[in-house]
């Protein structure tokens, strides 16, 4: 076998070593291209369930205190909609699915999270609370972006699925394309918790 197919091969080799480079970086941008592609279906982090269900609002730099409280009253009795419709059925071992409620103002961050029952005294995943609770708020007027985390205490490093970086030295054409990019993402069924995190800053005066 070595004589016949190994040694003959190693000899091709080493005559057309230009040629076996070449197909040998071909192979390997092809391996690379496929892996970057995301066709693999797999994930080094899958999805896990957590033990809170987590809104979060960012307002405008500029928004009122008034405004902030109005729209942590409406997280607030959006996820106690979802508590009464899923506390008053029968869960496993007679347990709430929500068990508290807390929120929180920090600056203009507005955070509203569910504690919920442990994972093996629940009959829903965390993942379809944040889904009903997001279907019933809907469009909160006035917020910069609403983002929901559903794996908060479940997983180790958990992280926003699709991650898209701009650069220029034009602050201006810098925030004209993120948010044009923005708008585009908004218009692609399936994607949601669209966020952008350039912001002009807080005024300043001198």
Known sequence: MIQQFYRPLLQKTLRHQFLTFSLSLVILMLVVAYAAS????????????????????????????ES??????????????????????????????IIAIKSEINDNNVEVALLLAASESRSIS???????WRSLLGEVT???????????????????????????????????ASEQLEQHLATIQGVSDIGNNLSNGKSQYS
């Open 38 to 65: 995301g066709r693999l279906g797999f994930g080094l982090w899958p999805k896990m369930e957590g033990d809170w269900a987590v809104a979060k609002a960012e307002m405008p730099i500029d928004a009122s205190i």
């Open 68 to 97: 902030i409280i109005q729209v942590r009253r409406i997280l607030e009795h959006a996820a106690n909609q979802v508590a009464e419709q899923h506390n008053s059925e029968a869960q496993p071992n007679n347990v709430d699915l």
């Open 126 to 132: 965390s993942h379809t609370v944040v889904q009903q």
């Open 142 to 176: 006035g917020v910069k972006r609403l983002s929901f985390d559903a794996e908060r205490g479940g997983h180790p490093k958990a992280r926003a699925g699709l991650t898209i970086e701009l650069i220029h030295n034009d602050n201006n054409a810098l925030l004209a």
